[in-house]
């Protein structure tokens, strides 16, 4: 199973942007990867995935068209472009390696997690 490291996260003020990276140690050509977050007292959720192609994403309600999650095989790295930041958003962000499933949303079977990333959006 691969090793994902999470970075990129700050403290930034509602309405900014960041982008999170979540490297991997080996290839992560061969997985799909999603991207979860874990706010304060309460449960980790999912944010977004993508599968082999970045053709194939998938998103939570709650950042539709403002998330977008990317990958670049050759860096073996997947990105989390965040724009329009709420304080809602604030939470540690961790990536995950998953499994396609044709036609839907990959499952992440492994509960296996890195340290994450802060997000902190706040004024």
């Known amino acids: 199973q691969v090793q994902l490291v999470e970075s990129g996260g700050g403290l930034v003020q509602p309405g900014d942007s960041l982008r999170l990276s979540c490297t991997a140690s080996?290839?992560?050509?061969?997985?799909?990867v999603g991207w979860f977050r874990r706010a304060p007292g309460k449960e980790r959720e999912f944010v977004a995935a993508v599968a082999w192609t970045n053709t194939n994403t998938y998103y939570a309600d709650s950042v539709k068209g403002r998330f977008t999650i990317s990958r670049d095989n050759g860096k073996n790295t997947v990105f989390l472009q965040m724009n329009s930041l709420r304080p809602e958003d604030t939470g540690v962000y961790f990536c995950?390696?998953?499994?396609?499933?044709?036609?839907?949303?990959?499952?992440?079977?492994?509960?296996?997690w890195g340290q994450g990333t802060q997000v902190t959006v706040s004024s």
């Open positions: 995950a390696p998953g499994v396609p499933v044709s036609g839907a949303r990959p499952r992440f079977p492994y509960d296996t």
């Open positions: 080996g290839r992560i050509s061969v997985w799909a």
